[in-house]
Every structure is written in C-alpha cells, then in structure tokens.
C-alpha cells in the first residue's frame, strides 16, 4: 500500500526560486493537507482542502499556494523562496473525524 | 483560538518506569489524536480519542480524554527502548483543522 506519497525528499533552493512540492494519496480521502515542521515546534498548518475543488488558509500561509489537481493530488508551491521556509514539508490525508495518514516529508533548504 | 500545551517536552527514563504525557487545550474541541514520530521519519498514528472518558490502549501505551478538564494523557507503562520517539498530541478545531502540541521527546535508556 503506497499511502501518501510526497517529492521530492531532499530539495535545496537558491533565494527566489520557485518549486512545486507533489503529493498524491491512494486512500480515497477527501481531506488533504499541506504542514511544516521546524525544531522543537509542533506541525503548522499551511493549507488544507477539505474536498476535491476546495483549498483553504491554514495557520502559516503566506510564501505559499496550492492546487487540489484531483481528489488524489494535492501540490504545494513556492513561487519565491526565503531562507525562512527552511523546514520539513508533510503532506497528509484523512477522511473527516479520523487520523490522518503522513507522507514520508519533504526537507526542504533554501540558501 | 484553540492553543494545545504538552508536557513535559523532554522525557529521559528508564526502562521498566512509568510515565505520563499531558496534553492540555484551551477551547472545546470533539477530537484528540496521538501521533508518534521516529528520527526523521514520518508521524504515526497511535489513537483518536472522540468522547469525553474515551480510553484507549496499544500495548504499553493508553491514552485517555477528560474533556470536561480539557486534558488528554498519554501512559507509558513498564517502558523498553523501543518507545524512544517524540509524542505529539493534536486537537480538531472547529474547522478541518488539527492544532498540534510542540511534542515530547522522550528518550528510555537500557
């Protein structure tokens, strides 16, 4: 079972590059989510959508989009990079009311 | 706005001791999760707690609610180093969302 699965793993970014983070989910969930994670803080909401056709603010938005391209794929940009979205990037799916299941994380540097 | 506290954030203890995590929130909320989290690894989860009393129990670990108290705990009990990771605990807000706890690391030394 693939789960959720999240490219690249590993990326590194110069200042002002844009890039494309990809996740698809073989569960059939409608919920999807865009987190990140830095040290020693709990995961932040990015953007989450709750069904195929809909994307929503999270806690930490800004520096970001996101496409819901199917019920499946849900993508996260970077339109122009800053040192400050250093982190480790999770993609995660769930059906309403139950847990979410994690894709394996995108660590993310940007010089 | 829903804000979620864990402690302790950094456990270090023995094997064969008993623990607990607290998780405590601010508003009310209808959902409680417990993930764990391997060394640069992805989160799994552990157990969704839904009502108020709801216990729930995987091996040496069980996990309760008290929503009148807005307090979750995670037990550990008689631990090996196998449970060596970091907990977080996440709670549902009113939308779709999940407000996580900042995790505790814990470490049980041989």
């Keep these: 079972n693939a789960g959720v699965t999240q490219t690249p793993k590993f990326q590194v970014l110069k200042t002002g590059q844009s890039m494309t983070l990809q996740c698809a989910q073989d569960m059939n969930h409608n919920s999807m989510y865009w987190y990140r994670q830095d040290p020693g803080m709990g995961l932040r909401l990015i953007y989450y959508s709750a069904s195929e056709g809909t994307t929503d603010k999270g806690e930490v938005p800004n520096g970001y989009n996101v496409s819901r391209l199917n019920k499946r794929e849900f993508s996260l940009r970077l339109e122009s990079a800053a040192p400050s979205q250093t982190s480790v990037y999770f993609c995660a799916s769930s059906q309403q009311g139950t847990s979410a299941f994690f894709g394996q994380g995108t660590r993310l540097t940007v010089v | ?110």
């Design chain 2, 1 to 110: 706005e829903l804000k979620v506290e864990q402690n302790p954030l950094f456990l270090s203890m023995q094997e064969g001791k008993n623990y607990t995590i607290y998780c405590n929130y601010s508003t009310t909320s209808d959902r409680l999760y417990w993930y764990r989290q391997d060394p640069g690894k992805s989160l799994e989860s552990l157990f969704v707690l839904l009502s108020n009393g709801a216990v729930k129990q995987e091996g040496r670990l069980m996990a309760s609610l008290d929503t009148k108290a807005r307090l979750s705990t995670l037990h550990i009990t008689a631990a090996v180093h196998d449970l060596s990771a970091t907990y977080f605990c996440a709670v549902g807000s009113s939308n779709y969302q999940l407000i996580w706890g900042a995790g505790t690391k814990l470490i049980i030394k041989p």
